[in-house]
Structure formats: structure tokens, C-alpha cells
């Protein structure tokens, strides 16, 4: 569902990413870790299209992003870490202009999908209320919502949890698996190693704009030899040896 070919980005002298290749099969959870400044962000905006990389191809769902981004993008529900909100706008107003982006035209099936989910996230009795009057943690709620609207394929997601109550979390780390097992396919950034832990099938661990290691927790243990650890020990040691001259 998820192919990224070579994937670099330069700004200037700076090589923000480099040479990234990563698979990502339907229904797979994938976290995507990394120290602050690694590349994480840079690449996820890749593989919205938000960003064109320097080399390198994104495929999404056999769609080649650069030929026919319109197309790749309707399959992506992309969830970013700080989301834009048209804060004028009422979350239901928000909601039919993102189901209008993603080609939902039908308006009852909208209205049922669009009801379902600001049930599902809290938000219902918020519904006619202007964005701008949201808590970060509801605006956070509103965004994952509008990404899930046209049921996409692929959900990418960074940071999910930034704002949210340990209900929230909860609430999306089930989201997310629920999804998986239906066969979406979930790339996720996040600082949060226990989750990534928790719910991801397969990591990767970017340092310094290079992809380091990829795999299960056991893959990644292996390469980081250590026996007994959790991902947090992985990740420092293999950041670490990185980090040596």
C-alpha cells in the first residue's frame, strides 16, 4: 500500500532525508521514530504530498504521487502533528468542507459518517459550535475525524497523540488497530515509544534524515543486541552508535 523509493530531500547544503526506503503492506501498523530533527516530519509531508522530495517516488496503493497526486492523495487520510483548521467554521462545516476535498458528495451518506464520527471522537454536542471555540485536544479530535471521513486506504498520521486525555489516547490507539484489522494501512510518527511499542506491527528508526533499522521489536533487538529490552533501550542504544564518529 506504501512504497517510498529512494526518498532524499535537500534545502540547499542540508540533506533533511536520505535515501529513504520503506514497504508498508495492507493492514500493517508501521511507527516511524526518530530524535528531534531527524527527517521524521519532512518525510511524512512526502508521503502526503505536501512536500515534493528531491529524488525519489512515493507510491501510494500502486498510485505514483508525482503522476497523479490527486489520485494518490484521496486514498491517504492524513492526520498531521499541528493541525490547520479553518477556525471560523463550525466542526460540521469543517467536516463537509474536507468531504468535499476528498470527493464525498453524497450529502446523507455524508451526514451519517459525519455524525458516526463526532459521536465516536466527543464531539457532537460541539457539532454547531465555531472551531476557534475548541480546546486542542478537541480541535485534535476534529482533525482525525475529517482524515477518516472518505474512508481511506491509508491513514498517515503524525503525532497523534499531542493534546489528547488519556481517553483520547486510548480511544485512538483502539481507532487505529480497529482500522488495521479492516486492512487500512497506518504509518505513524510518533515520540510516543511506548505506543509505537503497543500497536505497531513493524519501526523504523530514522537518525539524522537515514533510515538506521527496520523491523518488529525483535528485529530491532537483534540489531541493537540487546536481549531483554524495551523500545526504549533499542532506540537510544542504536541512536547512540549512530551518533559515533
Not at 463526532?118 to 482524515?147: N, P, T
Not at 499531542?162 to 485512538?172: F, N, Q, Y
Not at 533487538?221 to 523500545?231: N, Q, W
Amino acid at each position: 500500500m506504501i512504497t517510498l523509493k529512494n526518498i532524499t530531500k535537500k534545502y540547499g547544503r542540508i540533506l533533511a532525508v536520505n535515501g529513504i526506503n520503506i514497504s508498508v503492506a495492507r493492514g500493517e501498523i508501521f511507527g516511524f521514530i526518530g530524535p528531534n530533527g531527524a527527517g521524521k516530519t519532512t518525510t511524512i509531508r512526502i508521503m502526503g504530498g505536501i512536500l515534493a522530495p528531491t529524488e525519489g517516488t512515493v507510491i501510494i496503493d500502486g498510485i505514483d504521487m508525482a503522476r497523479e497526486p490527486e489520485k494518490a492523495k484521496r486514498k491517504i487520510g492524513f492526520i498531521p502533528d499541528r493541525p490547520f483548521l479553518y477556525e471560523k467554521l463550525t466542526g460540521l462545516e469543517f467536516l463537509r468542507f474536507s468531504a468535499d476535498l476528498y470527493g464525498v458528495n453524497n450529502e446523507e451518506a455524508f451526514r451519517e459518517k459525519a455524525e458516526g464520527l463526532l459521536k465516536m471522537f466527543s464531539l457532537f454536542d460541539w457539532a454547531d459550535g465555531l472551531v476557534e471555540s475548541y480546546s486542542h485536544g478537541m480541535k485534535q479530535r476534529l482533525i482525525i475525524a475529517a482524515a477518516l471521513l472518505h474512508d481511506p486506504g491509508v491513514i498517515i498520521v503524525d503525532e497523534p497523540m499531542v493534546g489528547l486525555d488519556p481517553s483520547g489516547i486510548r480511544m485512538v490507539k483502539e481507532l487505529l488497530k480497529d482500522k488495521a484489522r479492516e486492512g487500512t494501512t497506518v504509518f505513524m510518527s510518533t515520540h510516543s515509544l511506548g505506543i509505537a511499542e503497543d500497536i505497531c506491527d513493524r519501526i523504523g528508526i530514522i537518525n539524522r534524515g537515514s533510515l538506521i533499522a527496520t523491523g518488529t521489536m525483535n528485529d530491532l533487538k537483534l540489531a541493537a543486541g540487546i536481549g531483554e529490552a524495551d523500545l526504549e533501550a533499542v532506540f537510544l542504544k542504536l541512536t547512540e552508535e549512530n551518533d559515533s564518529p
